[in-house]
Every structure is written in C-alpha cells, then in structure tokens.
C-alpha cells in the first residue's frame, strides 16, 4: 500500500479535494464530542495521508498526532503544517502496531482507511486499545450522492476489462466499513453514523480519466499493467467519442460521513 500512495502523494490533494467549508465542517463534528467530555484532549489520526482532516483541526489548536506509514504522504503533510504545528506530531508507524501506551488518547480518527489495510482487525483493536475509557472512534468517508458522469466513465472501464477477461473487484471500501460496524457491534459498542456536510464538485471527463491512469483508486492497483494500458487506451477513445468537450465539468454530487462510537 505504501508504493502506491508514494506515488500518488503530491496528486492526491488534487483528486480528494474537500472545499474549506466543508473540511470545517468535518473537523468540527469530530473535535466537539470531544471536547464536550475532555479537556485539552489529544487526537489520534490513523491513515492521516496528506492532512485533509487533520490540518483544519491542528489550525485550531488541538493536540495531534498524524499517523502514517508512507513518508512521502507526511512530508507533504509537514509542508503543510509548518506553521502552525505548534502542539502536532507526525509519526510513521504501521496502524497495526500502534507506539502508543493503552489509554494514552481521548480520540482515534480513521477516514478510508480499513479496506487498505492486511489485518483490519488487528488494526481496530489497535485503535480501541490505545483509546481511554469515554473516548471516542471517528471514522469518515466521502460518499457520493446519486449518479455521475465520473461514475459513467468508470463503470465503462470496467466493461472494457471484463472484455479483456479482468474482473474489476469494487465496493471493498463499503464492505469493510459494514464489517468494521459489525464488529463493533459484536464488542457491545454503539456506532453511530451522521452525514456531516455536503457539497458539489464539478469534474471533466478528461479530469476522471486522468484518475485513473494515475492509478489514484484503490481499486486501480491491482490491475496488471499489461492489461492496464490498452484498457485505458480504449476508455480514452471511447471518452473522446462520447463527450464532444472532454474539458466540460459535469456536477457530482457528494456528502461526508462520520460514524461516532464512544467507549464506555
């Protein structure tokens, strides 16, 4: 997983955008529970990537720490931050062995994070470990609203590799979060999820193809590269033939999900 997301690192601000309104949004639904419980209270961000949720909270003030296993995603995330680190720490370290004492945190967030992981539930109990009695677990995810062109072009990808004899797996990421909530369940725990904002992105068909031949999915990378470019290669000419302006933005509509559990 660290390979891919060393390569992606400096585009992936570019491709997983949130407007500020909404990464306010998100950084205030996390951080008030929180404070409502404890004071002066210290974050955990397992998977924080390049910062789209953690530096709108470490801007506030909070005590941070971003964790991450790939340094190219940190050293973006350190640029970023510089000025206003003041109570953040940015660690490289493997979410299935935390380096943080049990009951050291009062909040553990993770955002698309379970379904790239080799052991999520090792991971999990990593994060339920090192959480105190009353905090919370915040996970996260962009979910797309309805229908859109970017959909389009990516269900037509998949056409194009079944032809070729490649089955194109999808919807890992929604089916380990349904399986992370069971879990949670089974622990007596009581996850609670809540759409946090919502917004519009206006995306080119020429930006979605350029997605993914920057392999910037996840569901990208396991597609052998023999078969990968003359997929992409016949996707580019059928985007071409289909939308008379590839550079025309069409809407795709999206919302943000938290799902909240607090220990007991």
């Not at 079944?162 to 890992?172: K, N, Q, T, W």
Request: glycine residues 4%; proline residues 6%; charged residues 30%.
């Amino acid at each position: 997983m660290s390979s891919h997301f060393s390569r992606v690192a400096f585009a992936y601000d570019r491709t997983r955008y949130h407007p500020p309104e909404v990464s306010g949004r998100i950084a205030t639904a996390i951080t008030t529970p929180v404070e409502r419980v404890f004071r002066d209270p210290l974050f955990l961000e397992v998977g924080a990537g390049t910062g789209r949720i953690s530096v709108p909270i470490i801007a506030r003030g909070y005590r941070y720490i971003a964790l991450d296993n790939d340094p190219a995603m940190l050293e973006v995330l350190r640029q970023k931050v510089a000025g206003v680190a003041r109570k953040a720490r940015l660690v490289e370290a493997d979410a299935h062995a935390l380096p943080f004492e049990r009951h050291s945190l009062h909040a553990v967030i993770a955002v698309h994070l379970w379904h790239l992981l080799d052991d999520w539930r090792r991971a999990l109990q990593e994060c339920l470990r090192v959480l105190r009695p009353g905090g919370f677990l915040f996970e996260g995810w962009d979910q797309a609203n309805g229908e859109s062109e970017d959909c389009r072009i990516q269900r037509r990808w998949q056409e194009i590799l079944a032809r070729m004899g490649y089955r194109l797996e999808r919807g890992r990421h929604q089916a380990r979060l349904a399986e992370v909530e069971r879990e949670l369940l089974r622990r007596r725990l009581e996850p609670r999820s809540k759409v946090v904002a919502e917004w519009v992105e206006m995306r080119s068909p020429r930006a979605s193809l350029e997605m993914l031949l920057e392999r910037i999915y996840s569901f990208t990378w396991g597609v052998p590269e023999e078969v990968f470019r003359p997929s992409i290669a016949e996707l580019a000419q059928w985007v071409n033939e289909v939308y008379p302006d590839p550079d025309l933005e069409y809407p795709i509509h999206w919302r943000f999900v938290v799902r909240t559990t607090r220990l007991p």
